[in-house]
T-cell receptor
Framework: NAGVTQTPKFRVLKTGQSMTLLCAQD?????MYWYRQDPGMGLRLIHY???????AKGEVPDGYNVSRLKKQNFLLGLESAAPSQTSVYFC????????????FGPGTRLTVL | AQKVTQAQTEISVVEKEDVTLDCVYE???????LFWYKQPPSGELVFLIR??????QNEISGRYSWNFQKSTSSFNFTITASQVVDSAVYFC????????????FGKGTKLTVNP
C-alpha cells in the first residue's frame, strides 16, 4: 500500500499562473483534507471532503478550489497563484473523520514568485 | 473557539535526557479529541496518539508517555531517555465531537536531540 501520495513534490509558479495538486489514497478512506503549513503557523485546513462528490471549506479556503470526483483522489487547484500561497501543502485522509487518525502525504513545496 | 498553544518553540537536549513537550488547549465543548503528531526532518506527519476528553488515563508507549489533565486543559508529552531519532517537530492538535471536520493544530515544538 502506498498510503497517501501527492503530486508534484515541488513546484515553482509565477504570480497569476494556475496549477493543480493531486492527492491519492489507496486506503478506501471517506475523508480527505488539504492543509497548508507555513513557518511558525502549524498546519491550517484549506478544504476537506467527507466523501466522493463532496467538498467543504476549512479555515483558509480563499484562493483555492477542490474537487473529489473519485473517492481515492482529492485535487487542490490554484486558479491565479499569489506569493502569499507559497507554502508546503499536505494532503491527509481519514477513515471516519477528524476524530480519528489522519494519514498524511509527503507534502508539496510550492513557491510562487 | 478552539485553540491549541505550544509555548515551547524549540527545545534542545542531549541524548538520554528526558524531555516534556507542553500542550495547552482551549474549548468550551465537553467532548473533544486531542492528538500528537510527529514531523521528522523528512517532512511527513506521523500520528502518535489520540485521546478523547472522557479518558484521562495517562498513556505510556515505550519511551513515550502522555499526561492528560482536564483541570489544567493540558495534554503534555514526555520522551524518556531521548534519542537522536526523536529529533522532529511535534504538533499537538484538537478537534470536536461533532460538526466541522476542523482539526486545530498548535504551532509545533521543534525538538533537537544532540548526541
Amino acid at each position: 500500500n502506498a498510503g497517501v501520495t501527492q503530486t508534484p513534490k515541488f513546484r515553482v509558479l509565477k504570480t497569476g499562473q494556475s496549477m493543480t495538486l493531486l492527492c491519492a489514497q489507496d486506503m478506501n478512506h471517506e475523508y480527505m483534507y488539504w492543509y497548508r503549513q507555513d513557518p511558525g503557523m502549524g498546519l491550517r485546513l484549506i478544504h476537506y471532503s467527507v466523501g466522493e462528490g463532496t467538498t467543504a471549506k476549512g479555515e483558509v479556503p480563499d484562493g483555492y478550489n477542490v474537487s473529489r470526483l473519485k473517492k481515492q483522489n482529492f485535487l487542490l487547484g490554484l486558479e491565479s497563484a499569489a506569493p502569499s500561497q507559497t507554502s508546503v501543502y499536505f494532503c491527509a485522509s481519514s477513515l471516519a473523520g477528524a476524530r480519528n487518525e489522519q494519514f498524511f502525504g509527503p507534502g508539496t513545496r510550492l513557491t510562487v514568485l | 473557539a478552539q485553540k491549541v498553544t505550544q509555548a515551547q518553540t524549540e527545545i534542545s537536549v542531549v541524548e538520554k535526557e528526558d524531555v516534556t513537550l507542553d500542550c495547552v488547549y482551549e474549548t468550551r465543548d465537553t467532548t473533544y479529541y486531542l492528538f500528537w503528531y510527529k514531523q521528522p526532518p523528512s517532512g511527513e506527519l506521523v500520528f502518535l496518539i489520540r485521546r478523547n476528553s472522557f479518558d484521562e488515563q495517562n498513556e505510556i508507549s515505550g519511551r513515550y508517555s502522555w499526561n492528560f489533565q482536564k483541570s489544567t486543559s493540558s495534554f503534555n508529552f514526555t520522551i524518556t531517555a531521548s534519542q537522536v531519532v526523536d529529533s522532529a517537530v511535534y504538533f499537538c492538535a484538537l478537534t470536536l465531537q461533532g460538526g466541522s471536520e476542523k482539526l486545530v493544530f498548535g504551532k509545533g515544538t521543534k525538538l533537537t536531540v544532540n548526541p
